[in-house]
């Protein structure tokens, strides 16, 4: 929309419902005081002001007939606002719980609105984003039924080769954090670590059309050693200066440094966007890798992404690449594994899928992505499912309030008739007043959003905003639906039930007040309650796991274990590192290995020595003699590592879960030899079974793992990947802040004194454990405040239709007080029906939630057990709560004199 233009959504109505002979006059005038508004203020007041003014217009001038008396005379807005706001007035009770009980779930339902509005957007931003498929195949390294957003290089020529289809193809490499610097003219280096720097082909910007600030999208990649910053990437290294055909070096992996040229700086990336990158590489610098033939279909360290044409049939294109892996992988099966293709895949389908763009984020199928943020489907749904029920009980909670007490006005409606009012105006005036108070509490519950939102994306950990999403005009015309179908739904019963009284039966009271349509306000009670209530049991369960998983026994001591990172920065040889560190007072043990837990994902493909042994694949993690000492790593059978025996260098350490799937025992393990199932398939001998121990997420099941000496230079990635240096911290040494300062200062030093351009970077194992969780404990905490608002909301309802009943029973109650009955069986009598209903709701809502709560727990390896207590809780908490609410009005009631209110009869 040009910024000069005014909503498009205020000019259509005001085209449909405004005469023809006026709509050029009022569109005009409308224009010029847009526009004068635009130059003086800013866009965003200048439209809502030209809201302000067409709905002026609407209401004074429209041809519409709901706004019209029976003269054909436009409606005197202005007495029935009177009307609606003395009403309102005269009920203060009701008017404050109606507005806040509404205000509050439509506030909650816009916030969850623009979180999945949000998470259901992401990479809209591009050109061809509909024409954009990612290429997906099975984890040939793990799980084949699980797919990988990961491929090998070669798929991509194939691609090319085979799909005539595909209008571009092109590859992305991710090789993990790079170590990058740079000379200013001054002389300093600036050194940088960069986690999001990849490796792109040169067509890459023909699929992804980011913007381009400086440089040709064209030949940005074309050249080696090109390389492409985003804006704030490109102020980090040059600040405000010229960044084109400037030089970063990057170090290599041998301890070397290869010159970059910079050709391009792109316009930082939106947060939704599944690519997250500061930094793109062009591919052909990787050419001495990319020359590795042998490896090029299991090198899975690749994402592969195709554009196809307007009107392609995707399925049959699909169809069509599962040809593409059986013709052009069994070479390399062949002589990596020694396998052929069918003996590789075991039965497994090696078929590759397209994944559409827009569908990538939230998937959870591939479940991971290397190259940027990945959504989390269940949580989407969950809270969808949160707003549309919570803005449920708001509605009914207004629905039910407003027929409850409408029947109050019998006598207004009855004395209006007889002084001449026709029906359709007394409709009109009960549908004016609902619409009013939708109106109230959608504009209250705007305010609350926008002041709210900045402590919602602090807890979600987004960037949310407002005030875009209140320039589409399908938010607006969405808003105005929602305000005039309540009004409509929560007005219409009334308008119509009360207008329809004939005036000598009212005004003699003979109509029943309040009784019409109390079993469907029960039932409505019931259902908010019950829908609280099972909110109420799945967030204790939510926490309950959480605690839960807290507590289990990783089989390893991860407290006061600090981990230090890049030394695979520093070479091969770290002893000194190592040295120096052993050497802090406060360090009792220090060992090296290549990952840590809980983010060991390494892995290979072993089998035992025995003939026709089959194939697994097993994690490993590769690590010195000190390293499962620092772990207190207990030993079922066997012995560690010894430095000063030389065969440990090929030996290896299994963990009972692999030890089970080469199909030995604890006993007979030692002794036995696995080998390696690709190249040359060297043999180790197994010198120890260790204890299972957490080395992933305990999300998951313990996994089979094999321990491998860093020594063993037989192995594929000897002295590749990344290195940790884990120091075991003693406790009574780390008493303060200050002493853990102290610690962190003098391991910060021995690195500095072998090479002062490396980064420091640390952290504790206790912490990355926790942080496997941190995405359920945030969806917790925005669980227990959802739910405390659905239980307000219910409470709110249930309080009024407390008061409305009083109102109703007063003369009853103080019959039976006359007649005998004391105070607490007046209480008792007046709650007990309400008791009744929400004893109902438990009832109903138990079921409910332990279905839900058993789906989410399948998630978890590890589950806390679904315990009576829980549901006994939320009961009584659900009891109290409703007691609490009623019990003010119940003793209000039965403490009343019968004089003062029996004193008229």
């Given at each position: 929309m040009s910024s000069k233009n005014p909503p498009k959504l205020a000019n259509w109505l005001l085209s449909k419902m405004v005469g023809e002979e006026l709509q050029e006059e009022f569109l005009g005038d409308l224009q010029e005081i847009y526009e004068e508004r635009l130059s003086e203020k800013s866009r965003f007041l200048a439209m809502c002001m030209y809201w302000v003014d067409a709905l002026h217009l609407l209401f004074g001038f429209t041809s519409f007939k709901i706004f019209k008396t029976q003269n054909n005379n436009t409606m005197m807005l202005k007495s029935m606002f009177i009307i609606a706001w003395r009403n309102a007035i005269r009920q203060k009770q009701f008017t404050l719980l109606n507005i806040l009980g509404l205000t509050i779930g439509i506030s909650i339902s816009l916030i969850i609105g623009l979180y999945v509005y949000h998470e259901k957007n992401y990479d809209n931003f591009l050109d061809q984003t509909n024409n954009i498929y990612r290429v997906n195949q099975p984890n040939i390294w793990g799980d084949w039924t699980e797919m990988s957003s990961t491929t090998g290089p070669n798929l991509a020529d194939a691609l090319r080769e085979e799909v005539p289809e595909f209008r571009e193809v092109t590859r992305i490499l991710n090789q993990g954090s790079q170590f990058t610097s740079y000379k200013t003219k001054s002389g300093q280096v600036l050194s940088f670590k960069e986690d999001q720097l990849f490796w792109a082909e040169k067509n890459f910007f023909k699929v992804f059309d980011y913007e381009m600030l400086l440089g040709n999208q064209e030949t940005a990649l074309e050249a080696a050693n090109s390389m492409v910053l985003t804006e704030t990437a490109a102020q980090r290294y040059f600040g405000l200066g010229e960044a084109l055909g400037q030089t970063i070096e990057m170090r290599e992996w041998d301890g070397s440094s290869k010159s970059y040229v910079v050709t391009g700086v792109l316009k930082d990336l939106p947060t939704q966007s599944h690519l997250q990158f500061d930094v793109l590489t062009s591919l052909t610098s990787a050419k001495e890798q990319m020359d590795m033939h042998g490896w090029k279909w299991i090198w899975t360290a690749f994402?592969?992404?195709?554009?196809?044409?307007?009107?392609?049939?995707?399925?049959?294109?699909?169809?069509?690449?599962?040809?593409?892996?059986?013709?052009?992988?069994?070479?390399?099966?062949?002589?990596?594994?020694?396998?052929?293709?069918?003996?590789?895949?075991?039965?497994?389908?090696?078929?590759?899928?397209?994944?559409?763009?827009?569908?990538?984020?939230?998937?959870?199928?591939?479940?991971?992505?290397?190259?940027?943020?990945?959504?989390?489907?269940?949580?989407?749904?969950?809270?969808?499912?949160?707003?549309?029920?919570?803005?449920?009980?708001?509605?009914?909670?207004?629905?039910?309030?407003?027929?409850?007490?409408?029947?109050?006005?019998?006598?207004?409606?009855?004395?209006?008739?007889?002084?001449?009012?026709?029906?359709?105006?007394?409709?009109?005036?009960?549908?004016?007043?609902?619409?009013?108070?939708?109106?109230?509490?959608?504009?209250?519950?705007?305010?609350?959003?926008?002041?709210?939102?900045?402590?919602?994306?602090?807890?979600?950990?987004?960037?949310?905003?407002?005030?875009?999403?209140?320039?589409?005009?399908?938010?607006?015309?969405?808003?105005?639906?929602?305000?005039?179908?309540?009004?409509?739904?929560?007005?219409?019963?009334?308008?119509?039930?009360?207008?329809?009284?004939?005036?000598?039966?009212?005004?003699?009271?003979?109509?029943?007040?309040?009784?019409?349509?109390?079993?469907?306000?029960?039932?409505?009670?019931?259902?908010?309650?019950?829908?609280?209530?099972?909110?109420?049991?799945?967030?204790?369960?939510?926490?309950?796991?959480?605690?839960?998983?807290?507590?289990?026994?990783?089989?390893l001591s991860d407290e006061n274990v600090l981990q230090i990172h890049n030394i695979e920065q520093f070479g091969f040889n770290t002893e000194v590192i190592k040295s120096k560190l052993e050497g802090i007072a406060a360090v009792t043990q220090v060992g090296k290995s290549f990952g840590v837990p809980p983010n060991v994902m390494t892995g290979d493909r072993y089998r035992s020595t025995e003939p026709d042994a089959q194939v697994f694949q097993l994690n490993n993690l590769r690590v010195d003699d000190d390293y499962l000492n620092v772990l207190d790593i207990e030993f079922l059978a066997g012995r560690n590592f010894e430095l000063e025996r030389p065969t440990d260098q090929y030996s290896v350490i299994l963990n009972q879960a692999a030890v089970e799937l080469l199909g030995w025992t604890t006993e007979e393990a030692v002794g036995k030899h696995v080998a390696v199932a690709s190249g040359n398939e060297d043999e180790f001998e197994v010198i120890g079974v260790a204890k299972d121990f957490n080395y992933h997420t305990t999300r998951q099941a313990i996994g089979p793992l094999i321990l491998i000496s860093d020594k063993n230079d037989k192995v594929w990635d000897y002295g590749a990947g990344l290195s940790f240096l884990s120091m075991k911290l003693n406790p009574q040494s780390i008493q303060t802040s200050s002493d853990l300062k102290r610690v962190l200062d003098q391991a910060e030093s021995a690195l500095n004194e072998v090479d002062a351009s490396i980064p420091f970077e640390y952290n504790f194992m206790d912490q990355a454990f926790e942080s496997n969780f941190r995405t359920e404990q945030r969806m917790a905490t925005v669980l227990n405040f959802f739910t405390l608002m659905a239980m307000i909301i219910a409470c709110l309802g249930l309080f009024g239709l407390a008061a409305f009943s009083a109102e109703q029973r007063t003369k009853e109650l103080s019959i039976r007080k006359v007649l005998g009955a004391n105070t607490g069986q007046l209480t008792y009598l007046f709650s007990t029906g309400f008791v009744k209903l929400v004893v109902v709701s438990i009832l109903i809502s138990a079921p409910l939630a332990y279905w839900l709560v058993s789906l989410w727990l399948e998630g978890f390896a590890y589950r806390t057990p679904m315990q009576l207590g829980v549901f006994v809780l939320a009961s009584l908490i659900s009891l109290i709560v409703a007691i609490l609410t009623t019990g003010y009005q119940s003793l209000y009631v039965a403490s009343r004199n019968p004089v003062d209110t029996l004193k008229g009869e």
């Open positions: 994402s592969t992404y195709v554009l196809v044409d307007d009107g392609a049939d995707v399925a049959l294109i699909n169809d069509k690449l599962q040809a593409i892996p059986p013709k052009y992988a069994p070479p390399t099966t062949k002589r990596i594994f020694n396998q052929s293709f069918e003996e590789f895949t075991a039965g497994n389908p090696w078929k590759l899928d397209l994944q559409a763009l827009p569908d990538i984020y939230l998937s959870s199928d591939p479940p991971f992505n290397s190259f940027g943020p990945i959504g989390n489907k269940q949580f989407v749904q969950v809270f969808m499912a949160i707003g549309l029920v919570v803005l449920t009980l708001s509605c009914i909670n207004f629905m039910n309030l407003s027929t409850a007490k409408s029947s109050s006005r019998a006598k207004e409606v009855g004395v209006r008739k007889v002084l001449g009012s026709l029906r359709n105006s007394l409709i009109r005036q009960f549908v004016f007043e609902s619409v009013l108070f939708v109106s109230v509490s959608t504009i209250l519950a705007l305010v609350i959003v926008s002041a709210s939102l900045d402590w919602f994306n602090l807890l979600a950990q987004k960037e949310l905003t407002l005030e875009p999403v209140l320039m589409n005009p399908v938010v607006w015309l969405v808003l105005i639906g929602f305000v005039l179908t309540l009004g409509l739904l929560s007005g219409g019963y009334p308008a119509f039930y009360l207008s329809s009284f004939k005036p000598i039966e009212v005004i003699k009271g003979k109509i029943s007040k309040g009784q019409q349509g109390k079993t469907l306000r029960n039932g409505l009670v019931v259902f908010q309650f019950s829908i609280s209530i099972c909110l109420i049991i799945c967030s204790l369960f939510v926490q309950k796991q959480l605690s839960y998983t807290s507590k289990i026994d990783l089989g």
